[in-house]
């Protein structure tokens, strides 16, 4: 059974930190780019972050660059998320999810070019 499970959310207080770990079964990630999204209430599922199945390249939202860092560990078939100086604005579930390594990190992520599995997501609230 192929399947990707998020896990690491919770609630953070402003300036905060977070690690989210993705975890992969039934299948090895080591053929597949990653991918970060998260949804707000009410708005659109968007693309934080991204890193190719070699790890040589990634891409970052605007919103989190320089805060977030996004990495993986093949060995261990699972991929992890950094979240540094949490703002309010964070707040989302936030999913991951396994994309075709054919095209371009900025690709998958803005346009979810390639992206099939995904996990069942992880709230991240950051609140005072």
């Known amino acids: 059974q192929v399947q990707l499970v998020e896990s690491g959310g919770g609630l953070v207080q402003p300036g905060g930190s977070l690690r989210l770990s993705c975890a992969a079964s039934?299948?090895?990630?080591?053929?597949?780019?990653i991918a970060w999204f998260r949804q707000a209430p009410g708005k659109e599922r968007e693309g934080v972050s991204c890193?190719?199945?070699?790890?040589?390249?990634?891409f970052y939202a605007d919103s989190v660059k320089g805060r977030f860092t996004v990495s993986r560990d093949n060995a261990k078939n699972t991929a992890y998320l950094q979240m540094n100086s949490l703002k309010p604005e964070d707040t989302a579930v936030y999913y991951c999810?396994?994309?075709?390594?054919?095209?371009?990190?900025?690709?998958?992520?803005?346009?979810?070019?390639?992206?099939?599995?995904w996990g069942q997501g992880t709230q991240v609230t950051v609140s005072s």
């Open positions: 890193i190719t199945s070699s790890g040589g390249s990634t």
């Open positions: 999810a396994a994309a075709l390594d054919y095209t371009t990190v900025q690709a998958i992520c803005v346009l979810k070019v390639g992206v099939g599995s």
């Open positions: 039934g299948f090895t990630l080591d053929s597949y780019a």
